[in-house]
């Protein structure tokens, strides 16, 4: 294919990254990780987040809080929080350091090798990125499905269930993940190019050749 070239991969790899490191981040401060609905009172929604807990109604709108304390806080939030800002921080570097090993960025020009470490040390850091974003989005899940499916509760109680957030961060994290994969798909894409001879110095190798042999005929 012609517009699968090597340089296309890279900078598909940096954009895919990018975009995961942006929602990770607006995840990160979204409030609507959780959502709850009462039957008793349908006019109220209830949302909460790593940093704040809202109540929407329609007379007032919304209205966040910030948590009080942190010690008083469930431990999936508190590991959430944590693992959030690991993720936040590796994509942010994942974009810096293999944006210099891009091709067509006049940075180590004339050390290929340099560039190519930047690449795979930019997606192993996506990848990280990727996986501390998708594990606590999948442990906050976890808790509200076992809280939710508890017995021990009264039918009548609300219960907390999955907010927009949620699926940013699945989103997030999944395109982390795909963007280091790319990364490392264009290194190889690279050095297989390195390796493998291009059909002009082919062709020029072969005329070398019958030129060669027509001289020793004569």
Not at 27 to 32: K, S
Not at 56 to 79: H, N
Not at 123 to 136: D, E, H, K, N, Q
Not at 152 to 165: H, I, K, L, S, T
């Amino acid at each position: 294919m012609v517009f699968l070239t090597t340089k296309m991969m890279q900078r598909t790899a940096l954009f895919v990254t990018f975009g995961g490191l942006v929602t990770s981040l607006t995840t990160t401060f979204l409030p609507f990780w959780k959502t709850m609905n009462s039957d008793l009172n349908e006019v109220e929604n209830w949302f909460s987040g790593l940093w704040h807990t809202c109540l929407y109604t329609e007379e007032v709108g919304i209205q966040c809080k910030a948590y009080e304390s942190v010690m008083a806080l469930p431990m999936d939030l508190q590991i959430s929080r944590v693992l959030m800002f690991i993720s936040v921080g590796t994509g942010a570097l994942a974009v810096l350091a293999a944006f210099p090993g891009l091709e067509g960025v006049e940075m180590c020009m004339r050390q290929p090798g340099i560039k190519r470490g930047l690449l795979i040390f930019g997606g192993i850091l996506s990848w990280i990125s990727g996986l501390t974003t998708l594990a606590p989005v999948s442990i906050v899940a976890y808790t509200m499905v076992v809280d939710f499916w508890n017995e021990g509760f009264p039918d009548v109680m609300p219960r907390w269930e999955y907010g927009e957030a949620m699926f940013s961060g699945w989103f997030g994290g999944l395109a982390l993940v795909i963007g280091g994969t790319l990364f490392f798909v264009a290194v190889c894409m690279k050095d297989y190019d390195q390796r493998t001879p291009s059909p002009s110095s082919n062709l020029q190798v072969k005329h070398g050749t019958k030129y060669y042999l027509k001289t020793e005929i004569l």
